[in-house]
């Protein structure tokens, strides 16, 4: 990804976009220029606000939408790199730096994430392979912070399979700082912790003289929960805090001096610079102040149905894919485990109870992975800018990178042949494939259906033909300025 966004960046103009482009501080140095022509492409669209607050930190109202842990981890990092460099030319080179290891561990995050939930080896495995191939793969490498999240929000998800409720607290409260959609994950521990309790009641009636011990166990639960979603909140809630004294406060005042160009900008575009003389934002006022949800609504024009206009249909069909992807395994979860699905999750399926529950995508421990995905989807779709859902989805859900490895799984010969997981038994196959050279999940079976391009089935070329086409299209158009997700 990073030695092609390098090509197509050279090859390919730029385009003049109408996005959010501050004024560079004086004429670059020739290393700072031999940065920009590498790594440019990593810094188009909202990277331009992350790179802007990690350099000036949030002078700008409308900055707030993005919060702080990606670009303070940039700042961190930069200091690093050798002080003649300018500070983009910096952030640039961190921004690369971290991405490309977080998006690494991102993957083995969910590789170990889907070996817990889906207990398939080799299901886990084409799913990592995926991840990487992802279609929102340019947002992985770009200064964006998609990567973090996805590592911070898989670890997390992975750590409470292995019942580690603490860590993975911890690890959601940084997702929350680092996404606004983290504050979803709270789900995840309520669902862990109320799924646990409604299987130990099914057990066997409680004798009356246990119903103390009861009532103890469900306040404990209670406690620990809301302990716990405070944690989960706490960064969003301490940032939101922080917005408010910075522009909202009497007298706050800049700790620096905010230049001319910068200043014009602002005047021509309308933005609200912090410490400024002049009346309060509205957000102020209200009873709740946050100032994301106000700069959504206001700057960005997110609300229910608002993307609903005929000259956004370009937009929804950029999304189709992903849409119709995260559709389907929402529809095959349901139309396979209906009961479980019906009693959400809360009663021992039938599997269960003779002690060989089902594994794969289709097993009980994948529905509220499944449930978490279908929010997100209806959400973005009905809520959001329709076009981001790709990068939406694939940095914060397992589900578009479990639903395809399934696909590919059960109706992909050559997968077979290669000596991946079998769908009805759950055991490895012997390979029949003179290339596979015996090694099994050890080989990249992305690469070997990429090979045998012509063999492959229909549905195995749509499902890799979205992931190529997208991971590609998205750094030949992302990377110089045109629209993308």
């Not at 990092?77 to 080179?93: E, H, N, V, Y």
């Not at 994301?292 to 069909?317: A, C, H, K, T």
Request: hydrophobic fraction near 50%; include cysteine; proline fraction near 8%.
């Amino acid at each position: 990804s990073l030695i092609l966004q390098v090509v197509f960046n050279l090859l390919i103009p730029d385009h003049s976009a109408d996005a959010f482009s501050p004024p560079r501080p004086g004429p670059p140095g020739p290393w700072d220029a031999l940065v920009e022509r590498l790594l440019g492409g990593l810094g188009r669209w909202d990277a331009e606000h992350f790179l802007f607050i990690a350099e000036r930190g949030y002078l700008l109202e409308h900055n707030c939408a993005f919060l702080p842990l990606f670009p303070l981890s940039l700042r961190a990092l930069a200091r690093l790199w050798p002080p003649q460099l300018q500070p983009r030319s910096r952030l640039l080179l961190s921004a690369a730096l971290l991405n490309a290891l977080l998006s690494a561990l991102a993957a083995a995050a969910l590789l170990a994430l889907g070996r817990a939930v889906l207990r398939r080896r080799g299901q886990a495995f084409l799913a990592a392979l995926l991840f990487s191939l992802g279609p929102a793969g340019v947002f992985m490498a770009a200064a964006y912070s998609e990567s973090m999240f996805a590592f911070l929000a898989f670890s997390a998800m992975w750590q409470l399979e292995k019942g580690q409720s603490w860590l993975s607290g911890l690890l959601f409260a940084l997702a929350s700082g680092a996404r606004a959609n983290g504050l979803v994950n709270a789900g995840f521990f309520l669902y862990s912790r109320g799924r646990r309790f409604a299987l130990q009641l099914q057990v066997g009636p409680a004798p009356v003289r246990k119903l103390p011990l009861l009532w103890k166990q469900v306040l404990s639960l209670a406690s620990s929960a809301a302990l716990m979603c405070a944690g989960i909140f706490l960064p969003f809630a301490l940032f939101q805090y922080y917005a408010y004294v910075r522009f909202c406060g009497p007298g706050a005042g800049l700790d620096q001096a905010v230049p001319e160009p910068l200043l014009q900008l602002a005047r021509d575009k309308g933005y609200r610079v912090a410490g400024m003389d002049g009346a309060k934002p509205p957000w102020c006022s209200q009873r709740f102040p946050v100032v994301y949800s106000y700069i959504q609504d206001s700057y960005w024009n997110v609300g229910f149905l608002r993307y609903f206009e005929l000259r956004q249909i370009p937009n929804f069909l950029l999304a189709l894919p992903v849409t119709l992807l995260g559709s389907w395994a929402a529809w095959t979860y349901v139309s396979t485990n209906p009961r479980h699905c019906l009693t959400l999750g809360l009663a021992r399926s039938q599997s269960e109870e003779r002690g060989k529950p089902r594994d794969g995508f289709c097993g009980p421990a994948a529905f509220v992975y499944v449930v978490h995905a279908t929010a997100l989807l209806a959400f973005g779709f009905f809520c959001m800018h329709v076009q981001v859902l790709t990068r939406f989805l694939g940095s914060s859900s397992p589900i578009l990178y479990w639903f395809p490895a399934h696909l590919l799984q059960e109706h992909e010969p050559l997968l077979r042949s290669a000596g991946t997981d079998n769908p009805t038994s759950g055991k490895p196959l012997p390979s029949k494939s003179p290339s596979s050279g015996g090694k099994g999940t050890a080989d990249n079976l992305v690469v070997r259906l990429l090979l045998n391009w012509r063999l492959i089935t229909p549905l195995s070329k749509s499902i890799l033909g979205f992931f190529l086409c997208y991971w590609l299209l998205g750094l030949i158009l992302h990377c110089n300025f045109f629209p993308w997700t």
